[in-house]
């Protein structure tokens, strides 16, 4: 499976020269880890978002969101953005910024 590389430039511009960040490629895609806890990918035009099982129901809520499910079984805590919600910088950001929060509150592996 290929994925998006301009939305993947993207999210390296976002976070920046952060040196808790690596790159990792997962799930047929590239996957964005803070301290060895996933944040987001790219999986395909899509990101990738780790919220929380506590999360989880609230970002389902909002528009364009799936449950990330790649083997048959949901994946709580995983949604996956479609990547026409994300166009704009500023709901893009957001994402990762969600997902950037909840790895950071992860003990780093």
């Known amino acids: 499976m290929t994925y998006d590389e301009g939305l993947t430039e993207r999210i ?36 990738m978002v780790r919220v929380g099982r506590d999360a989880t129901a609230a970002a389902l809520a909002r528009p364009g969101v799936r449950i990330f499910d790649m083997t048959g079984r949901p ?16 709901a893009l950001h957001a994402w990762i910024d969600e997902g950037r929060a909840f790895a950071a509150g992860l003990p780093p592996k």
Not at 15 to 44: Q, S
Not at 75 to 90: F, K, L, R, T
């Open 12 to 47: 390296r511009e976002q976070l920046g020269a952060d040196p808790d960040i690596a790159e990792k490629r997962m799930f047929g895609g590239i996957a964005f880890l803070h301290r060895g806890n996933m944040a987001v990918g790219v999986t395909g035009d899509d990101l």
């Open 75 to 90: 994946m709580h805590g995983w949604v996956v953005v479609a990547g026409s919600v994300i166009s704009e910088d500023d």
